[in-house]
């Protein structure tokens, strides 16, 4: 080896720079400053309120499927919370799954009675009064606004009735809401669903169950949970919970492009304990 390349050699390991370890972040701290207590919880008629919680501007919007209420809460003062009105929601289906805020617009999904048949989205003022009522699909579940402000997006999940006699599709509904919000109709929605996917699913997406092997198997397995969206509002992704994917959804054209499978864990030598641990994200 040359001289130079000698020198160059000591001068790179020379230069190699060294890193402390950096100071961990204090834990952050909580205290509790005030709840809501709907007074609709029975324990003894075995059924529990304050589901969903949504919050804007100083109030939380609490649904109650038993009930079938929204509240519109003022936290203002936390410590001494205000019920500021208590929305029946009876009128717009069987019971409420969900709520989202954004821009001034509350959104309720309300599942319909049987489930199995169309549900509906309900959009109210931040002040809880009422602006407009679309359908969906059948058994709407989480819901979300997106970023650009151009679409609520609905999970439709389409369980079966218990006797599978009735299985309904699962489907993804996207709501326009650039309008006035007193018009949103049901010429907003598009429904999107998975019959492009029935016979061509990937391999490692979980159908199974009765039905499993009709034709229409696919559509009648995938049932959308939850939905996230990303920062430009053009994607949006969906968990298949029970089939162990992810759609994915064009919102330029309103269209389910991909189901993914998650892929499996092996787990033997690191058998899950049935516990869970909590940790708190170092300065969050």
Do not use: C, W
Request: proline share 7%; aromatic share 6%.
């Amino acid at each position: 080896m040359s001289a130079a390349a000698l020198l160059g050699l000591s001068l790179g390991l020379a230069a190699t720079p060294t890193f402390a370890n950096p100071k961990p972040a204090a834990p952050p701290t909580f205290a509790l400053v005030g709840d809501h207590n709907t007074g609709l919880a029975s324990i003894s008629a075995g059924f529990t309120a304050a589901e969903t919680v949504a919050y804007a501007e100083g109030r939380m919007y609490v649904t109650t499927s038993s009930a079938l209420a929204l509240d519109v809460v003022s936290i203002a003062d936390p410590a001494a919370r205000q019920l500021l009105k208590r929305i029946d929601l009876s009128p717009y289906g069987a019971g409420p799954n969900s709520v989202a805020v954004a821009r001034g617009l509350v959104a309720v999904a309300v599942e319909a009675s049987p489930k199995t048949d169309p549900g509906a989205v309900v959009f109210f003022s931040l002040d809880g009064e009422f602006h407009s009522k679309v359908t969906v699909g059948a058994l709407p579940d989480m819901l979300t606004f997106t970023p650009n402000g151009q679409f609520l997006l609905v999970a439709n999940e389409g369980e079966p009735s218990d006797d599978y006699k009735a299985d309904p599709y699962g489907s993804i509904s996207a709501v326009k809401i650039t309008g006035d919000p007193e018009k949103i109709s049901d010429a907003d929605v598009t429904t999107m669903g998975f019959a492009a996917f029935n016979g061509a699913v990937a391999p490692g997406v979980r159908i199974f169950g009765p039905g499993a092997s009709d034709a229409d198997g696919v559509q009648k397995n995938l049932e959308p949970e939850y939905i996230t969206v990303d920062d430009d509002g053009r994607t949006a992704y969906v968990t298949l919970q029970e089939a162990n994917a992810i759609a994915t959804v064009d919102l330029s054209h309103l269209e389910i492009v991909a189901v993914t499978p998650l892929g499996l864990k092996d787990h033997v030598g690191n058998e899950v304990s049935g516990t869970v641990s909590i940790y708190a994200a170092a300065g969050r």
